[in-house]
């Protein structure tokens, strides 16, 4: 039987994880976790809700360089946020196809990296970004890259008795702009095919974020800037990143497929971020 619990401190929520002897979850918005104990690949047998801590981090917090989340910021809540769409637009983007309106309004964007699958929507853009996670255990904060954070599928470097307590994205420069794109088989609560989001610097610089063609989300960032008017030099690049991708066949598409459809939609990502204004820093 499953033991539910509500904290009313993070503390306690993180002495709850650690009592649990490597059996306990978070849980939040619960769309993937309880889906997940519904159907028994995952057996905790405590279920930590974290909602009931009066000191959790705010939401969304701006601060003079940074945008923090918290555990309980919704994509509903991000797509919402107007300053965010402006700095962020590859991830608002994908905030908007995360499953259906009623998923987004509790899914978290906390505990879509959490949940650490390759295909998570907004991974490649908070990759784009410069991400870093903070955790909180036993032992106190700790601070990771979201680059070193994913581990493997379904799996992340925080510990069974720890949380992550908060994700921070640097606000981007003047002129850095962005795009994403995604394939899945049908519209909806489908897992990503594949998905691209792409920065374009004001140098002409072009990093990618990709999910769905590796076991964790990936990153290639370029070395050098180009002209991105000029069509086959953004080609030349693109296949130079992409190359990054080491994509599987699966029950949602082939390796040939998805390594051709990676192609595409990352030129349709940088296409994206050209044809948006630049942040404002």
Same mark, same amino acid.
């Given at each position: ?8 401190t ?24 309880l889906?997940?104990?519904r159907?028994?690949?995952l057996?905790p ?6 909602k ?13 360089t ?9 994509m509903a ?8 769409g ?7 983007a994908?905030?908007?196809v ?5 998923i ?27 991400a ?12 990771v ?10 799996t992340?470097?925080?510990g ?13 420069p003047?002129?850095? *702009?962005?795009?994403?794109q =995604?394939?899945?088989?049908? &519209?909806?609560? @489908?897992l /990503?095919?594949?998905?691209?989001? #792409?920065?374009?610097?004001a ?7 990709l999910?769905?063609v ?10 050098a ?18 190359a ?10 082939g390796?040939?497929? *998805?390594?051709?459809?990676? =192609?595409v939609?990352?030129? &349709?990502?940088? @296409?994206? /971020?050209?044809?948006?204004?630049? #942040?404002?820093?």
């Amino acid at each position: 039987m499953v033991q539910y619990c509500r904290p009313t401190t993070v503390g306690d929520a993180v002495q709850v994880l650690a009592d649990a002897d490597g059996a306990g979850r978070v849980l939040v918005g619960g769309t993937d976790l309880l889906v997940g104990v519904r159907r028994r690949p995952l057996a905790p047998l405590v279920l930590v809700d974290l909602k009931a801590a009066n000191d959790l981090p705010p939401p969304i917090e701006v601060a003079d360089t940074s945008v923090r989340f918290g555990p309980t910021a919704t994509m509903a809540s991000l797509a919402a946020d107007a300053r965010l769409g402006a700095w962020y637009p590859a991830l608002i983007a994908a905030s908007r196809v995360v499953g259906s309106i009623a998923i987004r309004n509790r899914a978290t964007l906390i505990g879509n990296i959490c949940n650490a699958s390759p295909a998570a929507d907004t991974a490649p853009a908070l990759l784009l970004y410069g991400a870093t996670v903070t955790i909180v255990g036993p032992g106190g904060e700790r601070r990771v890259d979201l680059a070193d954070f994913f581990q493997g599928p379904g799996t992340t470097t925080c510990g069974p008795d720890e949380l992550v307590l908060r994700l921070e994205l640097p606000i981007p420069p003047p002129g850095h *702009r962005s795009g994403f794109q =995604r394939l899945t088989r049908r &519209r909806g609560v @489908d897992l /990503a095919t594949v998905s691209a989001a #792409a920065a374009v610097s004001a140098d002409g610089r072009i990093d990618l974020g990709l999910g769905a063609v590796g076991p964790t989300p990936l990153l290639a960032r370029s070395t050098a800037a180009i002209d991105t008017t000029d069509r086959g030099a953004v080609e030349r690049r693109v296949d130079e990143l992409i190359a990054v991708a080491t994509p599987i066949s699966d029950v949602r598409a082939g390796r040939d497929y *998805r390594l051709a459809m990676t =192609r595409v939609l990352s030129l &349709r990502a940088i @296409d994206d /971020a050209l044809t948006t204004e630049g #942040a404002d820093g």
